[in-house]
């Protein structure tokens, strides 16, 4: 894996070098690609402005999909995020960041996306490939002839350990009670507090009823995270800020990934 990464920046590199010596930016832009002055170093909002695009080029049915930037995941926030048949989170490493939050945000990101996949720049792709878990997926945001271009180095598999308590989280009040309620589970009601009812959907409830019930519940309210609670035990919830992109389609490179019967 470590020969195949390094392979790839180094005919990026070649490449740069042989075609546009001098670094100098073009005014055109072509699809998939992102002209960047500085050819030394990639930048997050040009890998963001690279991947944004090819996502609305692969998912746009708004009546299917939904792609978010910032959006909210309890303590942290993912730079990227798809929402159809499954929550596929996209996060940006650029040549210009550091790996210091990389950890915390593999654990966090790991408890709740179906699919992940980060987008790092050269010189730190080796450093986040050692970090990240195996199932993630990893692509290389490289330079070429003053192009920001984004290629895979693998693809993502499905996470094979969601957490049951933070995809019960992403659920407000109501949501967990009429998932509950949907699986004839009428232990715990609406005179519940808040805590008692996500422990109760994450104990009783399968981990692919939870995430299914999640991607449905984000998509309905068009984007909105994690709630948090008013005042303690009311259920009552604000949302926290996530901002929608836009939304989009064509289904089959995301769910050919999903395992059968998928939410569409």
Not at 31 to 50: A, H, N, W, Y
Not at 163 to 190: D, F, H, I, P, Y
Not at 218 to 235: E, L, Q, W
Request: hydrophobic content about 40%; glycine content about 6%; some cysteine.
């Amino acid at each position: 894996m470590m020969k195949s990464i390094r392979a790839a920046i180094s005919c990026s590199q070649s490449a740069e070098e042989s075609v546009n010596p001098k670094g100098v930016a073009h005014p055109e832009d072509l699809k998939g690609e992102f002209r960047c002055v500085d050819r030394s170093l990639t930048r997050d909002q040009d890998i963001r402005d690279v991947l944004i695009r090819e996502l609305q080029n692969i998912f746009h049915d708004p009546a299917k999909d939904l792609i978010l930037q910032e959006f909210g995941c309890k303590t942290v926030r993912i730079d990227v995020a798809v929402i159809n048949g499954a929550l596929h989170g996209f996060e940006i490493k650029s040549d210009s960041d550091s790996l210091a939050r990389l950890p915390l945000q593999a654990r966090e990101y790991s408890k709740i996306f179906d699919f992940m996949t980060l987008v790092c720049g050269p010189k730190l792709v080796d450093g986040a490939n050692a970090i990240i878990p195996g199932w993630w997926g990893l692509r290389l945001a490289k330079l070429e002839n003053a192009r920001v271009s984004v290629v895979d180095i693998r693809k993502p598999r499905q996470n094979p350990s969601q957490c049951n308590e933070a995809l019960a989280r992403m659920l407000w009040k109501k949501e967990a009670l009429r998932c509950l309620r949907q699986n004839g589970l009428k232990g715990v009601t609406s005179k519940h507090p808040a805590e008692e009812v996500w422990a109760a959907a994450a104990t009783l409830l399968p981990t692919r009823i939870l995430a299914n019930e999640a991607r449905l519940a984000i998509r309905a309210r068009g984007g909105s995270g994690f709630a948090k609670r008013s005042t303690p035990n009311d259920g009552l919830c604000t949302i926290e800020s996530s901002s929608p992109d836009s939304r989009s389609q064509n289904l089959q490179w995301l769910l050919s990934q999903l395992s059968p019967n998928p939410l569409g």
